[in-house]
């Protein structure tokens, strides 16, 4: 099992910037992959970036050139900073990460951008 926690959201003014975390605990050592995905109100959850164990890191077309996925030293911790945002970044901003076949999801923590 695995426990994974978020937080770093709030309110910004478009432009703003905003670093998420996402802290993973329990079985820690067979994490894989962690990513970060969003819902915006009555629209599917969508991706955004993920990072592999190795640290290679994909982007979302929406969000590349402004977002930056990255994971601490010790592999347990993911980041996303997000710089430059714009109203329509304006979701719940959810970690998940990948164990074996499973994959596991934090509760969200929520990112308004204000025009």
């Known amino acids: 099992q695995v426990q994974l926690v978020e937080s770093g959201g709030g309110s910004v003014q478009a432009g703003g910037s905003l670093r998420l975390s996402c802290a993973a605990s329990?079985?820690?050592?067979?994490?894989?992959?962690m990513g970060w995905y969003r819902q915006a109100p009555g629209k599917q959850r969508q991706w955004v970036a993920s990072?592999?164990?190795?640290?290679?890191?994909n982007y979302a077309v929406s969000v590349k050139g402004r977002f930056t996925i990255s994971r601490g030293n010790n592999k347990n911790t993911v980041y996303l900073q997000m710089n430059s945002l714009k109203p329509e970044d304006t979701a719940v901003y959810y970690c998940?990460?990948?164990?074996?076949?499973?994959?596991?999801w934090g509760t969200g923590t929520q990112v308004t951008v204000s025009s």
């Open positions: 998940n990460a990948g164990v074996a076949s499973r994959t596991y």
């Open positions: 329990g079985s820690i050592f067979s994490i894989n992959d």
């Open positions: 990072i592999t164990t190795g640290g290679s890191t």
